[in-house]
């Protein structure tokens, strides 16, 4: 199956730097890759994702990176903001899978001001 | 529109008594599943149901636990007897169709389960 491995695991930055998180997949059919943010106690939610037909997605202060070939892809967040603060994580959809999400085990991220 | 809805949001228990967990998913999503998350093992998908059939229960851990929905807007998972091992938050999310890749999973608030 699907294997998803996410680093760091923690992530420390000043305000106003940029962050990268970087994921890599197993499964080279794997085809939807999203990013969920879940500040301490709430639901994750989806920030952006990127489909395999698709070599860059950006929104405003994030953008995601995929490259097919080397099986990984990455978040960047720039201008970093004390709200940026929560823990990230990486999924990606199987190429044989409707629905099957395989989620990195993610990725604390702390904006100090 | 309320979003996935859980209840409760927090429960503890004792080993050996029955736990239910309780999800409303977003009303006109066809598909909903249900999520276990902890620092071990990340968030793992444990069953998921399409227009209110169990499709696909392979992540479901062991008999102990069981999951059902009676109709469109109401699902549960059951945990009997539970366990220590079993403490963990648990997510349910909804989409409007089963197709990932084109509709997203959005996630309720969760439920933290403390088994003592």
């Known amino acids: 199956g699907e294997n998803v491995e996410q680093h760091p695991s923690t992530l420390s930055v000043q305000e106003g730097d940029s962050a990268v998180i970087k994921c890599t997949y197993s499964d080279s059919a794997s085809n939807y890759f999203p990013w969920y943010k879940q500040e301490l106690g709430k639901r994750p939610q989806l920030i952006i994702d990127?489909?395999?037909?698709?070599g860059e997605k950006k929104d405003q202060r994030i953008a995601v990176t995929l490259n097919k070939t080397a099986k990984h892809f990455s978040l960047h967040i720039t201008e970093t903001q004390p709200e940026d603060s929560a823990v990230y994580f990486c999924a990606a959809l199987p190429g044989g899978s409707n629905y099957k999400l395989t989620f990195g085990k993610g990725t604390l991220l702390t904006v100090n001001p | 529109d309320a979003g996935v809805i859980q209840s409760p949001r927090h429960e503890v228990t004792e080993m050996g008594q029955e736990v239910t967990l309780r999800c409303k998913p977003i009303?006109?999503?066809?598909?909903l599943f249900w999520y276990r998350q902890t620092m071990m093992r990340g968030l793992e998908l444990l069953i998921y149901f399409n227009n209110n059939v169990p499709i696909d229960d392979s992540g479901m851990p062991e008999d102990r636990f069981s999951a059902k929905m009676p109709n469109a807007s109401f699902s549960t998972l059951k945990i009997q007897p539970s366990e220590p091992r079993d403490s963990a938050v648990y997510f349910c999310?909804?989409?409007?169709?089963?197709?990932?890749?084109?509709?997203?999973?959005?996630f309720g608030p969760g439920t933290r389960l403390t088994v003592l």
């Open positions: 990127i489909r395999s037909n698709v």
């Open positions: 999310a909804s989409s409007r169709t089963v197709r990932t890749y084109t509709d997203t999973q959005y």
């Open positions: 009303s006109g999503h066809n598909s």
